[in-house]
């Protein structure tokens, strides 16, 4: 009788934990879903060994977003399942740093205390750095292309932090985001929506140099789910340059 009880539990258990897979992977592949929600379905499908291997399959049909591919990298690293893990190293690698080192997980990242000054000078670092000034502003210094950055210590925690520079286009935020237009001469312009109006609709691209586009000029456009900020910034860090970055930005008040 006690068999036949557990055996039952068991049952349960295991069909509640293959409907909050199938629940999650419907948010993820969702999209008209908010991004914040499907970003937030990936980091709970990695939490399970279930979910890090329904991550995984995605992988191996080609269906996981582009979008979503650095934020399931490293909700895969961080799967409690050692198999799922290893899996993950090879099928969903997380970004590498520039002496060519994979990045550890957010987890352990969040655990470095950084060197802030060390940090003011990577995020202007424009020689082979990550030139981070050439699109943000921190007070009157800087090209405004993404958000600024004065008070964005009042605004994140270190963790969000990290999300934000290795998982960019899971966390665009809303005036930002990113599109592409093409004319009807064939030539594609990229850049954040300025203006947009019946004569023409304004980008304003990744050197903070506005382009207009006459409407009747445009065959189509459309709206990236990718961030300008590159998904590969980190190959022109290291591990230590990150983190001090991060440490940097965290005392922006």
């Not at 934990?17 to 499908?45: C, M, N, Y």
């Not at 022109?236 to 970055?245: E, P």
Request: proline share 5%; glycine share 8%.
């Amino acid at each position: 009788m006690i068999h036949r009880v557990l055996t039952l539990a068991l049952a349960l258990l295991l069909s509640t934990l293959q409907d909050d897979v199938a629940k999650s992977l419907g948010v993820v592949l969702d999209i008209k879903a908010p991004l914040t929600e499907r970003e937030a379905a990936v980091k709970t499908l990695g939490k399970s060994k279930a979910g890090g291997a329904a991550l995984l399959d995605l992988v191996a049909k080609n269906t996981l977003p582009a979008e979503l591919r650095a934020t399931a990298a490293f909700a895969v690293a961080a799967c409690p399942d050692a198999e799922i893990r290893a899996k993950g190293e090879s099928a969903l690698p997380r970004p590498k740093s520039k002496d060519g080192s994979v990045l550890p997980p957010i987890s352990e990242l969040v655990d470095r205390k950084g060197d802030a000054k060390a940090g003011a000078a990577v995020f202007r670092n424009n020689n082979g750095g990550p030139n981070c000034i050439g699109c943000h502003q921190i007070g009157d210094e800087g090209r405004q292309v993404g958000p600024p950055l004065t008070t964005i210590g009042n605004k994140l925690s270190r963790e969000q932090f990290f999300e934000a520079i290795l998982t960019p286009s899971a966390s665009i935020l809303m005036s930002f985001e990113l599109w592409i237009v093409r004319t009807k001469d064939g030539d594609i312009k990229t850049g954040i929506k300025a203006e947009e109006n019946d004569d023409h609709i304004t980008l304003k691209d990744n050197n903070g140099e506005y382009v207009d586009i006459p409407t009747d000029k445009i065959a189509d456009k459309k709206q990236s789910a990718l961030s300008m900020m590159p998904e590969d910034i980190t190959k022109s860090m290291t591990v230590k340059d990150l983190v001090d970055v991060v440490e940097y930005l965290m005392q922006q008040k």
